[in-house]
């Protein structure tokens, strides 16, 4: 949810909104009411969400993160397993007992 501001009359669930009047809609409204010129970011306690084109920096998933240590430890990492498997692969890499034999033919 955000907080609007209505910068004209204009029609708005199922009553109206006059000039000033502030008022909540979700992001995606509020997007496009701003972008009509109906209404503007309450600035006084909303801060506008970043542009449509921008992209937030996506956080790590935990499965990445454990992947890319089960390498730095030398592990063949397989892409199916889950995060428990990768566990236990590196935790038998950091004890010396570590064996993985690949059972395909090698090239």
């Not at 609007?4 to 509020?30: C, I, M, N, W």
């Not at 730095?72 to 993985?100: N, P």
């Amino acid at each position: 949810m955000v907080s609007l501001v209505a910068k004209e009359r204009f029609p708005y669930a199922g009553g109206e909104l006059l000039p000033g009047q502030r008022f909540e809609d979700s992001d995606v409204h509020g997007r496009i009411l701003t972008a009509l010129g109906k209404a503007e970011y309450d600035s006084g306690t909303q801060t506008p969400p970043p542009p449509a084109g921008a992209s937030a920096p996506e956080p790590r998933d935990d499965a990445s993160s454990l992947r890319e240590e089960a390498r730095a430890l030398g592990v063949k990492v397989d892409g199916r397993w889950s995060k428990h498997r990768l566990r236990t692969e590196m935790d038998a890499a950091r004890a010396g007992r570590y064996l993985r034999r690949d059972i395909r033919a090698e090239d």
